[in-house]
Nanobody, 127 residues
Framework: QVHLVESGGGLVQTGNSLRLSCAAS????????????MGWFRQAPGKEREFVAA????????TYADSVKGRFTISRDYAKNTVDLQLNSLKPEDTAVYYC????????????????WGQGTQVTVSS
């Protein structure tokens, strides 16, 4: 099993930045990290969990939701088994719990394509 732990959330003002990090562990991930596509989702109160960003298993290609394109950047470090999300120019509508996601089969751009989830980290953007 793959274990994902997010960190870096917090309370910031509109226009500021945060950097979230997801640490991945587990025997299969440690041995075959490049076999897992990674992503980030978020869920605001009363809303469904929605896709934010994803990065492919081995070639580093990225995909973003329209709502965050140009403001957020996803990256991964195979040596450290980490996946980061840089959140710039934050807006109040970015307020949500952010979840790290992993899949060995598909790019995790939807919840039903995701095999593993982290516990989430809260991002709050004040107006």
């Amino acid at each position: 099993q793959v274990h994902l732990v997010e960190s870096g959330g917090g309370l910031v003002q509109t226009g500021n930045s945060l950097r979230l990090s997801c640490a991945a562990s587990g025997s299969t991930f440690s041995s075959y990290a490049s076999n897992y596509a990674m992503g980030w989702f978020r869920q605001a109160p009363g809303k469904e969990r929605e896709f934010v960003a994803a990065i492919t298993r081995s070639d580093g290609k990225t995909t973003y939701a329209d709502s965050v394109k140009g403001r957020f950047t996803i990256s991964r470090d195979y040596a450290k088994n980490t996946v980061d999300l840089q959140l710039n120019s934050l807006k109040p509508e970015d307020t949500a719990v952010y979840y790290c996601a992993a899949s060995s089969k598909f790019l995790p751009v939807a919840t039903d394509l995701t095999e593993f989830w982290g516990q989430g980290t809260q991002v709050t953007v004040s107006s």
